[in-house]
């Protein structure tokens, strides 16, 4: 046995990254800042960023979206930001005020993080770029002669992206300097590719993005003058251009991008204040703010004012008094005087300035080369945040950037950088986690919403005054010497080592693309680089790493799609349709009845899957419950509310006949116990008191009791009695509670009803009637409020005026009742809002109809607005309860089954009438209960995310007599509908990861391409909306990677099995939505494009469309048809059509043969059947495939004539495998190779298409078609 050399041994690791290519490793590097961002910004810190700042983006934003830019700065409104960054926060208000439907409110505070970390991620693939292209020039010979620019870039991508400055920075604290910043660099790369007129676009838009950026803008005026005006520069690529006219259209591009981006908001550069103020710039007369871009930068630097505005520079020091403190100081007293002249503190810091900004102009002046733009760049970057006055803590930002390519131009450039990421970091770091209690509300949120602590370590040692101090000092010194680097390149001739010819070390691995010789054509880009090594990669077979990676990707989707899948927890978008229209379909299928669905016009596979996915999640299961002392036949929930300060949400059941116990919903402990006044008949939760109401049954009293003490901080005693409501009723066996504090609250006795105002608690009205349930509908614009209840004596639901009580009249003075034909047991519930309230009534065993046999129970369906009888819909049982699960939009029915099993129903609530019947209101899932159910109630709240616990409690009685208050989860419906296609959206992502590798031989493009749908917004979406679309585009795809398998001869054996496989997805595809046939439409095109006799069928194809097409059509119809046409007939120029005359007549007889049989069956059963006239060539070949099925013996010869072809294809491949690669050829298999073609991709899929239906058939239903 033999053993690798010790040096060989433990590096396998550093082996796999060493045959990556730099590209490979960016995009890693890249999905690694990306997602620890995401995960500090949405998982870890999702509550942090500095209120002020957040605050004023989120109003920003909004404020755009509502009112645009044209009104956008108006005097008196606060907005110290240029207009650049507020089109971005524009299109973040408008997507936040579309997601406000989906989340409760305005979305945009929560979406103000991304353009900061999305330009992260952009500045490092800038920082890869300019050091790959620039590299040669940045890197010190003398120190690092083996590192390539490839290394440079992925170093400087690395030391940028994961700084933690900078994450700090976007995902943190939530600001956008790098926008700014990516704008920066995109310009600096610019200058130095000689795009002049590019980079001054890019220079006005730093500029405008944030005022601090426009240090960039003489830096282009002078290399732009210098290369066009004088011809001049110490880059080589551009000395001896000279171009005078590029100074006009550089200046030009400049100015005119100016008015573009200021025009909307109705600013000029200039504009005197109307009302005249101080002066701007000590120069002009005052500006007007809201009309001028001078006027708001002066407005913006009188903002803040002071020394040092939080920033660790040359300004906070011992003799200023400023270290650990956010006072900022006094700018306007005198610093300096001398000779008669005085300069207050602001004017010798803008001096400083101004002199180190002289000493960066002039070495650009000198140096205009890559490094010398970037040089100059950095100077006036850290000048910016360490001279003048009123700066800022996070004015570094920007140099973090600048000095990552020049990382490895010395030695001192790592430590440079270094000392630029400690002073920004702790900087910014040290701002946000002080002490901002003086402040409104929490300024610097951390976990959970909490003021971010300061580490103690660091605020015993760096964060001190002395610290403090000493980091002002060493920027200073940074400054120093990047300022001294300056001056030296300025002096030196661009010549010398620093510019030195680049020499690749020797890999044999790699070849680097050298850039062509010479001007390029003006398309030449678009040619494929022969040097290249990509091109040059081999094809390759997938292997071991291909299904770890798979592996890896489809973990990280499926975890992705089923992060808070739950959430929002009703039906959303189209969901109205598919979800509920499955839930309809499961519910006729699991009970046996003939109810049609609400949506039939699609296809009924989507909701087959669907339905099979509520059947796996398994929703409404009995999560735990908790023993009662007995029976409680009341039931009062109060959910938690985080904001109030109540962590845990209470239950509320009687035991015996006085005693009210309280306990947590969610394990049972007990919290408190008290007696009542008398015999309890009812208990009900006031949120807005919050009180418990306690209805008495042997009086008409109400008793309550202020509940904001045991929510909050429970110590076991009873709470205190509130005030009680009087009423005269005989007992109160019904409290209800509106949702709206505006409407009163109602009671339901034996003998009548009562109607209490909310703020007085007094009797508004009464009325005298045995009443079996009471609920409360809104009046729609002027009409009144109605109380409606049920009156099982009767046999009718009433519609009570809300302030009389009385019943109203029709034109012959009769009461307007809605009689029910059959029993009302009592319980009712109200839902909708506006003109779609809808009332549900219990009732009894309902008889037998076209659409259901006999039942124990229903539910009588009213609408409210007409107050007319919608139908009755059975239940699996005879319901006793019902309630309405408001957060997720459903209802839910205890009762009994018809084998006596205590069950409860979650029913799809919306219902309507359909003929002679209803549908809706679909029973779909099914809880079995271990008692009878007595009372529910709901753990919910649409308060917020957290406190919703998604329960409903039932509380129970058992066989033996034992009370038992009972846990289903009642929140994991949407999770369940929502399931199927989830599952589908991760096998979405597995199958483009295979074709992308199949079809290019490359795993990096299959990774990005898997990545990107893994990561689409619109894949990611249309996965976790309960709709048809997913479902559909996933048989697609698995058609397509399949149909490509043999199409390029990579399974040269398998064409016998694989086109009728792909036939049978395409088919599932049509069953989804009717779209899978145009991908039928893009696989027989396929097919005949890969033959000379199929392209001239095409050629012909596309001929007899534009005669047949264009006759009668719109004429931009047949220009478009007759456009295809030429370019058929180009292509066909390009590539001529070589046609095998053996081969054609072959194939065309046989073919013509086949179809002429099958399709005579079909016209001579056309007449045997019954239906409409067809309009048109499409209704009439439709009409030939549904009577042909209709008569039977057209459709059985098809399906013959197409197993035996099928059969025939696969006894000539397993005999002959070879053969099996030529399936494509129109004259293999004795000329019937497009028969055999058009059974798989025709017939099987028509029949696959077909057998779907059968469930949907079996309940007596009739086609979509």
Known sequence: MTRDPVGRRGVGIADVFGRLDAGTILTIILIGGLALRAFIAGIYLPLSGFSIDIGAFSNWGQRMASMGPGDFYQEGYFSDYPPGYLYVLWLLGIFGAMLAPLVGQDATAGLVKIPAILSDVGVAVMLFIIARRWGHELISRVHFARVSPETLGLAAATIYLFNPGTVFDSAVWGQVDSVGTLVLLATVYALGRGWTEVAGVGAVLAMLVKFQFAFLIPIVIIVGLKRHLAGRSSDSAHHGRREPLRVLTSLSAGVVSLTLLLLP??????????????????????????????????????????????AFNLWRNPWSGLGDTLQWGNDTTVGLAAAGISLSWQQVGSLLFAAVAVLALWQVARRDDLRGILLASLVLAIAFFVLPTRVHERYLFPAL??????????????????????????????????????????????????P?????????????????????????????VVGWRALRLGMTHPTHEDQAAYVAPVSPQRVMAQPRPGREPRFGWLAPNPADAYLREPGRRLDRRDALILLGIVVFALVFRLWRLDVPRAHHFDEVYHARSAAEWLSAWQNDWDRDVYEWTHPMLAKYLIAGGIVVADPNKVVGSAELDAPSASLAVAPRRADAGWDRSVAFTTSGTTTIVAADAENGDLIARWDAGGPIAALAYDPEAPRLLVGRADTGSVESYDLAGLLASPDGRAPPAGPVIESDLAAVSQVFVPQSDSDPLLLRGPDGIAVIERETDAVSASAEGAYGGIGLVQGVDEEPDSIVVTDPARGAVLFLDAVTLEVPLDADEEELVVE???????????????????VFALTGALPATDEHSETNGGIAALDADEESLIGLVPLPGAGSQIGHQRVAGLVYVAGVAADGQPEAWVLEPHVESRGDGTIGLAAFDTTALPGTPLA??????????GDDRGRLLISTATAEGRGELVRVDAGSNAFAWRLSGVIFGVILVALVYLLAATMFSRRRIAVLAAAFVALDPMSYVMSRISMNDIFVTVFIVAAYTLFWQIWSGRWQRSAWWVLPLVGVLIGLAAATKWVGFYALAGLLVLVLARSHLGRLVLVGLVGLAAIIGGIGAPWPFLLIMLGIGALALLITWARPIRLDLSEALTAVPASVAVLTGVGLAFVLAFDSGEGRTPGSAVEYLFGLLTRGAEAGWPAFLMLGVAGLLVAMRAARSLLDPVSDARWYRPGELGGFTWSWVGACLIVIPLTVYALTYIPYLQLGHGWAV
């Open 265 to 310: 908001f109705g600013m000029v550069v200039y504009a005197p204040a109307a009302s005249g103020g101080a002066p701007c710039f000590g120069i002009l007369p005052a500006a007007d703010p809201s009309g001028s871009l001078i006027g708001k930068f002066c407005e913006a630097a009188s903002t803040y004012t002071g020394l040092s505005v939080n």
């Open 401 to 450: 950037a600048l000095a990552a390519p020049l990382l490895l131009s010395g030695r001192a450039w790592p430590w440079i950088y270094g000392g630029l990421s400690l002073s920004f970091f702790a900087n910014i770091y040290w701002v946000y986690t002080e002490d901002w209690s003086f402040a409104d509300g929490v300024t610097n949120p951390g976990l959970n919403g909490e």
């Open 452 to 480: 971010m602590l300061q580490d103690p370590l660091l605020t015993a040692t760096l964060l001190t005054d002395w610290g403090i101090w000493v980091l002002s000092a060493m920027i200073v010194v940074v400054l120093g």
């Open 820 to 838: 029910v034909d059959v029993a009302l047991i009592g319980p009712l519930l109200v839902r909708g809002s506006g003109d779609d309230q809808q």
């Open 936 to 945: 529910l109630g709901f753990d919910i709240a649409s308060t917020s995310q």
